[in-house]
């Protein structure tokens, strides 16, 4: 069914749903009131990670089609820097070995500076998706090497996961003047260096729950050495005060390592469901459950022939269906939000891109994916739209006139 299909038999859902006076909107339908799975995004953002470190923001046609030439560059303030790989070479693709370098919450845009150990707000404009402000100061962080962001738009937090020789997450509040202060490092013992050296045993990603109530930090392991990756999970206190404290995030929380799961890199938090989709660079995707204390299990895995490492994942709201890329193979895996396990073939890129090295960060809006390959140094920086109803890609660009490099890292869209 095509997205038009879906729109009209959504409007006789709402009508329906007006008429028994349901008290919850559908599901389908986003807190403005668009049917998500066929709202085009406006706008993606991805760091340079370049030493000048930048957001660079690419509009999106209506067609759901990016438009490098109206793309423009903005400043962080702050320093990029790539981690090391296993020869001490600085990385890239792959230059922070996270996902979610960026986040967006509402119409403010995070994005860290590994290199200055701190985290940049900017405001995107209203009326132009691709003009953004800094707001107040970069925030400098009480820990080393921040290579992943979340934000709560509902409890007006940010928190980042910070993967050098002080190793950890941190949070502070924020609104419409700034970063306010940064709170103690809740540390990971991880013994990394900074840079760090990996991509085994660094933190991978912070991101909040669906509901905004807990923070998750998914840190790898290192299966060589026994070191067991895991999940984080910190409640948000305080979500209902009005009058004294503010909400913010517990400085303790829980750990799990779920069964099967070794090296947990990106995650999504599934609609409608307590549940999260991981991927596991050492054999590709899996469906956790989290309990009320915080502790994840393993519900499904699915296992990838021939992967490479399977890192980053988008969920489209069209197929509702994770998408899952790997640095090192030209392709996205469909896979199941029920039990990860594989959904038709792999939608392999290589011919329409003329040979991507493989992808990174993705995004998904509408029925568009928008997956980067930020290049080797010998092949440009460049993205590839793929339609996920059809499985077809739709467009490659390179974004090298942008400034971004193989040590581009993190994505987010505005929807
Ligand atoms: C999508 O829209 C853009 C801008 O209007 C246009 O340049 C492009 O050709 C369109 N792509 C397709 C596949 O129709
Ligand atoms: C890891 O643990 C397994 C099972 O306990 C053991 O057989 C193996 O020797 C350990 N490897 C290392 C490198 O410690
Ligand atoms: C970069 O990737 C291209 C295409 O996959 C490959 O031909 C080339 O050898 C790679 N270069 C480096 C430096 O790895």
Redesign the pocket.
């Known amino acids: 069914m095509n997205c038009y299909g879906r729109l009209s038999l959504l409007a006789l859902a709402s009508v329906a749903s007006i008429a028994s006076a349901r008290p919850s909107a559908p599901a389908h339908l986003d807190s403005r009131g668009n049917n998500e799975a066929c709202t085009n995004g406006k706008a993606i953002y991805i760091t340079s990670n370049t030493a000048q470190n930048a957001v660079v923001a690419l509009p999106i046609?209506?067609?759901?089609?990016l438009?490098v030439a109206n793309g423009a560059s903005t400043a962080t303030g702050g320093t990029g820097q790539s981690a090391v790989d296993s020869t001490g070479a600085d990385a890239g693709p792959d230059s922070l070995f996270s996902q979610s370098a960026i986040a967006i919450a509402g119409n403010y845009l995070f994005a860290v500076n590994p290199g200055s150990n701190s985290v940049t707000m900017l405001a995107i404009d209203a009326q132009d998706a691709t003009k953004l402000t800094v707001v107040g100061s970069s925030a400098t962080l009480p820990g080393e090497f921040p290579n992943t962001v979340a934000a709560s738009d509902k409890y007006k937090i940010v928190c980042v996961g910070l993967t050098g020789a002080k190793a950890g997450v941190a949070c502070a509040p924020y609104s419409s003047s700034g970063i306010g202060a940064v709170d103690a490092l809740r540390p990971f013992n991880l013994g990394q260096t900074t840079p760090p050296a990996g991509p085994l045993n660094t933190v991978s990603q912070v991101f909040f729950s669906g509901d905004e109530t807990t923070l998750y930090a998914t840190v790898k392991g290192n299966p060589a050495v026994n070191n067991t990756g895991f999940l984080a999970a910190f409640p948000v206190q305080n979500t209902r005060s009005s009058c004294h404290a503010a909400a913010s995030v517990a400085s303790t929380g829980v750990t799990s390592s779920p069964s099967g799961t070794a090296v947990l890199f990106g995650s999504n938090t599934i609609k409608g469901s307590t549940n999260l989709f991981v991927t596991d660079a050492s054999f590709g995707g899996a469906v956790l459950s989290v309990d009320s204390a915080g502790k994840a299990s393993t519900v499904g895995k699915g296992v990838i022939d021939g992967q490479a490492a399977t890192c980053w994942v988008a969920i489209s709201p069209a197929t509702n269906t994770a998408f899952v890329t790997d640095v090192g193979v030209d392709r996205l895996i469909e896979m199941s939000l029920t039990d990860a396990s594989i959904q038709g073939s792999p939608i392999d890129l290589s011919t329409f891109t003329g040979g991507d090295p493989g992808l990174t960060d993705l995004r998904a809006a509408g029925s568009f994916v928008y997956a980067l390959s930020p290049g080797n140094g010998t092949t440009d920086a460049a993205i590839t739209v793929v339609n996920t109803l059809t499985k077809q890609p739709?467009q490659h660009v390179s974004v090298a006139s942008l400034g971004l490099t193989k040590s581009a890292q993190g994505m987010a869209i505005l929807v």
């Open positions: 046609a209506q067609n759901g089609s438009l739709v």
